[in-house]
């Protein structure tokens, strides 16, 4: 069975409590239970990886060569920053979805900015957690054999 890698960045261990105007307020915990409950749906093997360290996240993403067969990144603000993110999807040549809760683009002009979308199949945004959903949709579509 292909095995999923979600992957969260910084501040989003505080989704629920933060900024829930902006972010809503389901909690990181329910959207890695919704995501388990949809990925065994779709046939999908899923683990979860959160870090506000740049670096950590690096080493999540080197570390799914070989284990994981694609990935979903919700890079929060490395997202409009990171180079070495961007960098580490394209050197592990693994297909990647990039999940934003809020549509960036209809933020601040900074947000408006994704690395990672250079390297992504594709970008969801604006969904809220139903993003995490629609991506495992898109991945499943790749990877699992009708
Ligand atoms: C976010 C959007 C980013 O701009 C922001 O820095 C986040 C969360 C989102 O899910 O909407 O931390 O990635």
Redesign the pocket.
């Known amino acids: 069975m292909s095995s999923v890698l979600v992957l969260n960045g ?3 261990n505080l989704l629920g409590q933060r900024q829930p105007e902006v ?1 809503g307020s389901t909690t990181l915990a329910d959207i890695e239970a919704s995501c388990t409950a949809h990925a065994s749906k779709l046939g999908l093997e899923i683990s979860f990886v959160q870090s506000n360290h740049e670096g950590a996240l690096i080493d999540a993403i080197h570390a799914a060569k070989g284990t994981h067969a694609a990935l979903v990144i ?1 890079a ?2 490395y ?2 920053t990171s180079i070495a993110l961007m960098d580490a999807v394209a050197s592990v040549e693994l297909p990647m979805v990039e999940v ?3 549509n ?1 683009h209809a933020r601040q002009a900074f ?1 408006h900015v994704s690395y990672l979308s250079k390297v992504a199949i594709g970008q969801i ?1 604006g969904f809220g957690p139903r993003g995490y959903l629609m991506a495992l949709d898109a991945l499943a579509d790749r990877l699992v054999p009708s």
């Open positions: 910084p501040n989003l972010y919700n929060g603000a997202t409009h934003h809760l809020s960036i947000r945004c």
